[in-house]
């Protein structure tokens, strides 16, 4: 597997939590996620510049450039 980074350069494991950096429109949603939301349970997918995770009941994609570790 590649490595994936968040935006300040941190590596990316499978399982980790992330922070969102900005307010971010999820399309097809009508919940905006809000700067400093945390997320628990980031999964890579094959890219490494996006991680998978579930915001509650849906499975989204973010890019990686809107995240830090928390």
Do not use: P, Y
């Amino acid at each position: 597997m590649s490595d994936v980074k968040d935006c300040n350069g941190n590596e990316l494991e499978d399982g980790s939590n992330v922070q969102v950096n900005k307010d971010l429109k999820i399309k097809g949603m009508s919940k905006t996620l809000k700067r400093g939301t945390v997320i628990k349970n980031i999964r890579h997918t094959g890219n490494e510049t996006q991680v998978e995770c579930r915001i509650g009941k849906s499975t989204i994609v973010l890019k990686t450039q809107f995240l830090k570790k928390a």
